[in-house]
């Protein structure tokens, strides 16, 4: 595809002002104008004219031919570097082989439309307007606490840094980030303008932080729900008593109604993730035996055993 100079259109320098751009448009366009022009290629001058009007009128798409610029040497085909249809946000452009020198539907060439994609959907005032491509979301994975999501607040974040071409530079930038109450796995968080740009130097787009939660000892999540495993010691159990249990909003003290079981349920009301409405602890009780380490619990063991006709596999063995 040939490359098309829209400095050497308007009879311009690449470092001219931005105020010479309009200048040279309406000098060259009263002069190529098809209603009044006599020059005999007044119309396709014209419409050079206006493409490259388009182009260089707008400081981002400016700076984005400026980069392209680099790439080629007049007279050559035009050859995009690797990155650049990544750069472009992976928009699909093409840039084959061969010479394509045609105007694209809207009146502009092919090469405006690889570029810049599309053309524009009419004229106004002298210049082009286009329906401007929205420039891509980009998703990051932001791991997170689950009391993070309990409570909510804030934390500093660091990404990696994007360059005006679209690409990391290697360097990482710092963000003050808001953590919603509530935010499950999956969820995102829209940071407005931190993504990266459809095309080099052009606006950016928004950033996703898609949440996933740290691994947690204590808790497993099951929706809004927190469920965890909560050890007892037989006396405990048997005789019951106040116990202290941890939850995502700090410790609480749970009552143990005597004659407890291992596998036994219980729930805190409203202590799970907040939402509509909020999630609830649910507790499973887990007997856990200490061990006879010494002749004073061996014998308290002993002594159990001989007062206590508590039989463990009664069920089994009247049911051979």
Same mark, same amino acid.
Request: hydrophobic share 30%; glycine share 12%.
């Given at each position: 595809?040939?490359?098309?100079d829209?400095?050497?259109t308007?009879?311009?320098?690449r470092?001219d002002?931005?105020? @010479?751009v309009?200048? /040279?448009?309406?000098?060259?366009?009263?002069?190529?104008?098809?209603?009044v022009s006599?020059?005999?290629?007044?119309?396709?001058?014209?419409?050079?004219i206006? @493409?490259a009007?388009e182009?260089?009128?707008?400081p981002?798409k400016?700076?984005?031919?400026?980069?392209?610029?680099?790439?080629?040497? !007049?007279g /050559?085909e035009?050859r995009p570097?690797?990155?650049?249809?990544?750069?472009?946000g992976?928009?699909?452009?093409?840039?084959?082989?061969?010479? #394509? $020198?045609?105007a694209?539907?809207g009146?502009?060439s092919d #090469?405006?439309?690889?570029v #810049?994609?599309?053309n524009p /959907?009419?004229?106004?005032g002298?210049g082009?307007?286009?329906?401007?491509?929205?420039?891509p979301?980009?998703t990051?994975k932001?791991?997170?606490?689950?009391q993070e999501s309990y409570?909510?607040?804030?934390r500093?974040?660091q990404?990696?840094k994007?360059a005006?071409?679209?690409?990391?530079?290697?360097?990482r930038?710092?963000?003050?980030?808001r953590?919603?109450?509530g935010i499950?796995?999956?969820?995102?968080?829209?940071l407005?303008?931190q993504?990266?740009?459809a095309m080099p130097?052009g606006?950016?787009g928004?950033l996703?932080?898609?949440?996933?939660?740290e691994?947690?000892?204590?808790? @497993?999540?099951e929706?809004h729900?927190?469920?965890?495993t909560?050890?007892?010691?037989?006396?405990?159990?048997?005789?019951g008593?106040?116990?202290?249990?941890p939850?995502?909003?700090?410790?609480?003290?749970?009552k143990?109604? !005597?004659g407890?079981?291992s596998?036994q349920?219980m729930?805190?009301k409203?202590?799970?993730?907040?939402?509509?409405?909020?999630?609830?602890q649910f507790?499973?009780?887990?007997?856990q035996?200490?061990?006879? @380490?010494?002749?004073?619990?061996?014998q308290?063991?002993?002594?159990? /055993?001989q007062e206590?006709? #508590? $039989?463990?596999?009664s069920?089994?063995?009247? $049911?051979p």
């Open positions: 595809m040939e490359y098309h829209y400095y050497k308007l009879e311009l320098k470092d002002p931005q105020d @010479e309009k200048k /040279q448009y309406r000098r060259l366009a009263r002069k190529y104008h098809p209603d006599k020059e005999p290629n007044a119309e396709q001058r014209f419409k050079e206006a @493409e009007y182009v260089l009128k707008d981002e400016r700076r984005s031919y400026d980069q392209l610029g680099a790439n080629w040497k !007049a /050559q035009f570097p690797p990155d650049w249809e990544q750069a472009f992976g928009r699909g452009a093409h840039f084959g082989g061969g010479n #394509f $020198n045609g694209g539907a009146g502009f #090469f405006f439309e690889s #810049f994609g599309g /959907q009419n004229m106004r002298g082009f307007h286009r329906q401007p491509q929205p420039p979301s980009q990051l932001i791991t997170i606490q689950l409570q909510g607040g804030r500093t974040i990404i990696p994007i005006a071409n679209g690409q990391a530079t290697g360097e930038k710092k963000l003050d980030i953590i919603p109450k499950q796995t999956g969820q995102k968080i829209r407005a303008g993504g990266r740009s130097g606006p950016q928004d996703l932080l898609e949440v996933q939660f691994t947690d000892s204590r808790f @497993e999540l929706g729900n927190i469920r965890m909560l050890p007892i010691a037989p006396w405990e159990a048997a005789l008593g106040r116990v202290t249990v939850t995502l909003g700090g410790n609480v003290e749970l143990i109604a !005597a407890s079981q596998g349920k729930r805190l409203g202590r799970g993730l907040p939402g509509k409405p909020n999630g609830d507790i499973t009780l887990q007997i035996t200490p061990p006879a @380490e010494n002749e004073t619990l061996k308290i063991y002993q002594t159990l /055993q206590s006709h #508590f $039989n463990p596999r069920d089994f063995e009247s $049911n």
